[in-house]
């Protein structure tokens, strides 16, 4: 059964250093996302992305965000500067053209020390 | 008022029991309504959704939604302890909206 990929599972990192998250979408899906998590809280909207550009973002993604989707398979998210709220799950998700079900990965475990 | 409220649990039922989930909402204009399961530091891995208002069934698990209340409901029939979960709904298409989570535990 397709999967969205993320990897790596868990990233620690120093305050102020950058961060990739990569993720593999479903391979014949279009529409891609990333949601965090902060433990203990819901699940949150990050950025939306089709047709190689941002469809949509919420206030969390600021300047310090970035995605990409450098090839015909990876899609990433970039964080510049991680702060110590940056700690949090985050999720890729991808959804096809003709379905409304968007599939997420099993997530990166971010931990900014 | 948040946009989507949903009670957090923990809920805890005998196995076999029937199990009501629910979530309320602000915004009318949401058309599509999911209802995923995540376990505990793992992704959501959804069960099902439904366009507008009505039910559906899959199996053990019947998701409902009344829009003129917006108001939406999961129930898991026959619940088992695989079913131990976080129970989350979401709403939207391209930018979902998650509830809180309401934790299920289903006890033998």
């Known amino acids: 059964e397709p999967e969205v990929t993320q990897t790596p599972s868990h990233q620690v990192t120093q305050m102020g250093q950058e961060v990739i998250l990569r993720c593999v979408p479903i391979?014949?899906?279009?529409?891609f996302y990333w949601y965090r998590q902060i433990l203990g809280q819901k699940v949150e909207f990050l950025v939306s992305?089709?047709?190689?550009?941002?469809?949509?973002k919420s206030e969390i993604f600021d300047d310090q965000f970035s995605v990409e989707r450098p090839d015909g398979s990876n899609f990433t998210l970039k964080i510049r500067s991680t702060k110590l709220e940056d700690s949090a799950m985050y999720f890729c998700?991808?959804?096809?053209?003709?379905?409304?079900?968007?599939?997420f990965g099993q997530g990166t475990r971010l931990t900014v020390v | 008022q948040k946009e989507v409220e949903q009670d957090p649990g923990p809920l805890s039922v005998p196995e076999g029991a029937i199990v009501s989930l629910n979530c309320t909402y602000s915004?009318?204009?949401?058309?599509?309504f999911m209802w995923y399961r995540q376990y505990s530091r793992k992704g959501p891995e959804l069960l099902m959704y439904?366009?507008?208002?009505g039910n559906k069934e899959d199996g053990r698990f019947t998701a409902q939604v009344d829009k003129s209340s917006k108001y939406i409901s999961l129930f898991i029939r026959d619940s088992q302890p695989s079913d131990s979960a976080t129970y989350l709904c979401?709403?939207?298409?391209?930018?979902?909206?998650f509830g809180t989570g309401t934790q299920l535990k289903v006890e033998l």
């Open positions: 979401a709403m939207g298409l391209n930018k979902l909206t």
């Open positions: 998700a991808s959804r096809g053209t003709s379905r409304p079900e968007a599939f």
């Open positions: 391979s014949n899906h279009l529409y």
């Open positions: 915004n009318s204009a949401f058309q599509y």
């Open positions: 439904t366009y507008s208002s």
């Open positions: 992305f089709y047709n190689n550009e941002i469809s949509e």
